[in-house]
């Protein structure tokens, strides 16, 4: 009885394309009769449909829909706009064509319908998570006119609440009873067959709905959202056609519904809808400033927040907000990431630097094992930074606005007693569609019911207002927000890591070249608009199914486009800095090399030269601090490497620093530190060690790894090739030795030590072709401590070694950027790595976690070869003054040898800057957004502690200001210059950035 009568299309046709083309070029192409009942596809086409239709004379007055029901996404387009998305999974099958039908208004129209090959979800072969089937057919049910019974429509909404009361209220609550004779009543008075009852039905229902609560209720503040994956079981491109499905289908709710809210995060996703539907975005600009359409979170896009580097992260919010700021007219006042695999605790100090104060999440209602014990909170950083922090308690950013949702709500809400606000989200996510015109309708009936909590459309900024309005009895959560699942999307795809670290340290070093290069050179022309592309193609494969390789395959392909793209360019506008920057250079190259260093202290390392004739020769060189050096030979090292192959086939290198015997199947059996006379390898075990555990999920394959992986432990032994000796010392001893993983899988590895270097390097290949393996390496060691430390962005924190309370053993797996650490006083071990972010310890066996094999949602996850390298250290004292984090640097940021053509001086060494404090890393030197004459230098405090240092520049600095991570200098903020030094103060793990003026204007 919903619809009356229905009236078919006049005529139906139909093209069918590979590609997402626009509706311009879709309309001029040859379209043949379609029928319904008829399919389409395969997966990932898309059908344009064209729909030539006229209502019926007689349909006065009615309220006329296009009904549509077909498998895949589709879009509505009418008059050259796109003005409605339809997805059967998201409860979107009609498209209203009058509220009212006027006979003046024109009965005779033409549509199209962009209908996708996929579904909400993708298109996974039987499973949401499997990998697509590429040959899936999508097939249109229904598509005719209707009329829509409204008053019909009302009481099922009527009839729906007053029923989920009955039930849920329960039997002990005589507003469940009243709910339920209300109804009754209702089904007395309501003859079906004549419409002219049914007023007085609604009625009854409205009286009902009118009984208000008292004043103590609860306050649930609701908000429209919609979470759009930006790229997962579909390609990015198809996100592009998800926003925009999905946000007009929100404006049309606007014009008919003047209390809906609707947030949105993402910066990606409005430059994508402002470039291709700039129609759409206009109107949603327009009602993003009547304060309806939201803008939140502030980040480019709702990114990884565990694994991306604290520069990227930065530049997350860098990116968003000057977007949003420049689009809307103001930045974002809320952190949005509701559905990301854990969250830094350098995350709130991230925050606070870029105008954040408010955050909220929810995911960490994922929890396997414990119970997060609040919804809202203080979070505190590694560095003390607060921010206000809110999960909604309905335990879910897509709720549909029902009587479970709101009791849910309110039960599950943790600060009762102490705060009487809360938030649900409400609208059909993850692959899009969000609110329906039927989750405001609940919405509108449940405002103020006796027995319900009292429900309001409201903002963000008014949810978190009523919060921060008495604070007094909220708790405080300090450190990282980890999450007790989905441990496995530290390892998965280990291309996109790799290349993530890759490209944010290639990145890195462009920005402070180039920077350099400008400072040296006004004339050279500093890449800010080729930069700000290659940072926007990183930091969107960092979102929170790419970077952590939940991902289908035409995901992983884009990603690793992106990141080609990314390399390649970079390398040419590294290139053309160390042009500019060495430039004035005359005579011979020959035996001549400019070495450069891009980290903040100075480095003695082994690096291979151009020699003569392009051969390649080792050298031990020398270089400064943030500068390059000319090298015309090799150091003499203090201690030569030597290599010592023993009776039983081990091998002994020594450094002068450190001692490693390696056994004939590549296996430590000692690393010893000569100064402190310290073994560091645990007595009868085996550094080194290649284990490989069965990898099963419960369910999110790519996702999770279980702890029950652990039982399942069994060390790699089979030797493909023994040790042999490649280097036999000198600058450098290399070691090499392969393994058989299984009859399809092998490790070849170089053990490399070089001269004056305090680490043992494992330089790893993989031949990979495993399904649901777990490839980990282990080193168990001679430390005995309750904790061990792993780095994060700008900073470190620990995390138990041990098992005692639930919370401990659930972080079986976590993760770490480039090294962790296993101390007791006076010594300790650190693993370092150039790609990897999984890790663990427990007691005294540290491991790193190398490669899995998951096959949901893509098949073919990590098959194929692999190289990354790590390295073992073990070190007197503590790992802040044993270098550890210098050591983690630069094996992550190689020191550069200048192209021929970019020879450099032709004698001596230059320092940009240094710094005599360790604790103190510069991490970033760029040119100031923004700005022609000045540069953003960023640094932080590595350690852990309070330090007050000096940053000293051989550059023209004319005045020095403190910035926010945006940044906005503070005009009383300037910091004195005297003997090219500024003095900065530190406190533990406190970023500063700087914006130094420069003497002249720079381009
Ligand atoms: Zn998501």
């Known amino acids: 009885r919903l619809y009356g009568a229905s009236f078919p299309l006049d005529s139906l046709t139909c093209f069918l394309t ?23 596809g395969p997966t990932w086409w898309t059908c344009w449909f064209r729909l030539e239709i006229s209502i019926p004379k007689d349909w006065s007055g009615k309220e006329v829909h296009l009904v549509w029901e077909s498998d895949g996404e589709g879009m509505v387009w009418r008059d050259r706009q796109p003005v409605q998305g339809l997805a059967t999974e998201g409860k979107k099958t009609s498209y209203i064509l009058s509220e009212s039908l006027n006979p003046e208004e024109p009965h005779s129209l033409t549509f199209y319908v962009e209908q996708a090959g996929n579904g909400l979800f993708g298109a996974g072969d039987g499973s949401m998570i499997a990998p697509p089937d590429p040959n899936k057919s999508f097939t249109l049910h229904k598509a005719e006119l209707v009329i829509f019974n409204k008053d019909v429509y009302e009481l099922l909404v009527d009839f729906e609440i007053l029923i989920d009361i009955a039930k849920l209220l329960g039997e002990d609550n005589q507003r469940s009873f009243q709910a339920l004779y209300t109804a009754n009543q209702m089904v007395n008075m309501c003859d079906v067959i004549d419409p002219s009852t049914f007023p007085a039905v609604h009625e009854l229902a409205r009286a009902f709905f009118a009984q208000k609560n008292g004043d103590s209720q609860h306050t649930i503040h609701a908000m429209g959202h919609c979470h ?4 997962w079981l579909w390609p990015y491109a198809e996100t592009i056609r998800k926003c925009a499905r999905s946000w007009v289908t929100v404006i049309r709710l606007m014009e008919k519904n003047p209390n809906f809210i609707f947030t949105c995060s993402q910066a990606q996703q409005f430059e994508w809808v402002r470039t291709r539907y700039p129609g759409l975005y206009a109107e949603i600009q327009d009602y993003a400033r009547q304060g309806r359409f939201i803008p939140v979170g502030g980040t480019w896009v709702e990114m990884d927040g565990n694994l991306p580097s604290g520069e990227a992260m930065v530049r997350q919010f860098l990116q968003g907000q000057r977007f949003f700021k420049k689009e809307f007219g103001k930045y974002c006042t809320e952190f949005w990431l509701p559905d990301t695999f854990g969250y830094s605790a350098q995350l709130p100090q991230i925050m606070q630097g870029c105008g954040i104060k408010r955050f909220l999440t929810q995911k960490l209602s994922w929890n396997l094992v414990n119970t997060f014990p609040h919804h809202t909170f203080f979070w505190e950083g590694i560095d003390g930074s607060r921010v206000l922090t809110h999960f909604p308690p309905g335990d879910s950013y897509e709720m549909k606005s029902k009587v479970e949702d709101l009791l849910k709500t309110v039960k599950n809400h943790k600060e009762k007693g102490r705060l009487n606000h809360s938030t649900l989200l409400f609208g059909f996510g993850d692959g899009g569609a969000g609110p329906t015109q039927l989750h405001l309708d ?34 405080a959560w300090k450190g990282e927000l980890f999450l007790e699942l989905h441990n496995g999307s530290y390892t998965s795809q280990a291309q996109i890591k790799k290349q993530n670290r890759k490209c944010e340290c290639i990145l890195h070093d462009v920005e402070m070249v180039s920077g350099l290069a400008l400072v040296q050179k006004r004339t050279f022309q500093y890449p800010s608009a080729k930069l700000q592309h290659l940072w926007r193609l990183l930091l969107v494969n960092q979102f929170h199914d790419v970077l952590p390789g939940s991902c289908i395959q035409m995901v992983v392909e884009d990603a690793l486009k992106y990141y080609e793209e990314l390399r390649n360019s970079s390398t040419q506008l590294l290139k053309d800095a160390m042009l500019s920057l060495f430039q004035g250079s005359s005579g011979s190259t020959e035996g001549r090399n400019t070495v450069l260093n891009t980290l903040s202290w100075e480095r003695t390392e082994v690096v ?37 192959k023993q009776a039983d086939g081990s091998v002994s290198m020594e450094n002068g620093i450190l001692r490693a015997i390696i056994d004939p199947i590549g296996r430590i059996t000692s690393l010893y530190l000569l100064d402190c006379k310290r073994e560091a390898i645990s007595e009868g075990c085996y550094g080194n060690q290649f284990v490989i555990f069965d990898d099963i999920p419960l369910y999110w394959d790519a996702w999770d790894v279980m702890d029950y992986h652990l039982e399942t432990r069994k060390p790699l032994m089979e030797t493909l090739n023994p040790l042999e000796i490649v280097s036999s010392g000198g600058l450098r001893g290399c070691l090499k030795f392969s393994i058989r993983i299984s009859k399809v899988s092998v490790i070849h590895q170089e053990v490399i030590l070089d001269a004056m270097c305090p680490y043992l390097k ?7 072709h495993e399904a649901h393996k777990f490839l980990k390496v282990e080193f168990p060691v001679r430390v005995h401590s309750m904790n061990s430390t792993y780095e994060i962005q700008f900073g470190h924190l620990q995390r138990p070694t041990h098992w005692n309370t639930s919370w401990d053993w659930a972080r079986y797996e976590v993760w ?13 071990v650190a693993l370092l790595n150039d790609c990897k972010y999984g890790c663990s310890a427990h007691q005294n066996v540290m491991r790193l976690s190398l490669l899995r094999a998951p096959k949901s949602p893509d098949s073919n996850a990590d098959i194929g070869h692999h190289q990354f390298t790590y390295a073992v250290q073990p070190h007197a004292g503590c790992f802040q003054e044993a270098g550890v984090i210098q050591c983690a640097y630069n094996m992550n940021f190689p020191l550069h040898i200048a192209p021929l053509e970019c020879a450099g001086p032709e ?13 103190v890393v510069l991490e970033t030197i760029k040119l100031a957004e923004d700005r022609s004459d000045a540069l953003l230098v960023r640094l932080y405090e590595s350690h852990g502690s309070t330090v007050v240092t000096q940053l000293h520049t051989s550059l023209p600095v004319k005045e020095a200001f403190l910035c926010d991570l945006l940044e906005h200098t503070d005009p009383s903020k300037a910091l004195p210059i005297s003997d090219s030094s500024i003095e900065l103060s530190f406190t533990p793990f406190q970023i500063l950035s700087l914006i130094l003026f420069l003497n002249e204007a720079l381009n």
Do not use: N
């Not at 060494?909 to 360790?918: G, K, Q």
């Open 228 to 231: 759009i994956d930006t790229a």
């Open 816 to 828: 770490g950027h480039k090294w962790s650490d296993l101390s007791e006083h006076g010594f300790g």
């Open 907 to 919: 004698v001596g060494s230059w320092s940009a800057f240094s710094l005599p404090s360790p604790a």
């Open 18 to 40: 590979p590609d997402r083309i626009s509706y311009e070029e879709a309309i001029k192409q040859e379209f043949k009769p379609f029928k319904v009942g008829q399919s389409f």
């Open 608 to 644: 291979s030269l151009q020699g003569p004739g392009q051969k390649k020769t080792l050298a031990l060189v020398k270089v400064p601090s943030i500068g390059y050096t000319t090298v015309t030979e090799s150091l003499k090292p203090t201690f030569p490497v030597t290599v010592t």
């Open 762 to 768: 494992f330089k790893t290949e993989v031949e990979w």
């Open 442 to 475: 609940r919405m509108q009936r449940m405002q103020d019911v006796d027995g319900l909590p009292r429900t309001q459309q409201s903002t963000p900024d008014s949810f978190f207002s009523a919060v921060e309005a008495d604070t007094s009895l909220l708790c």
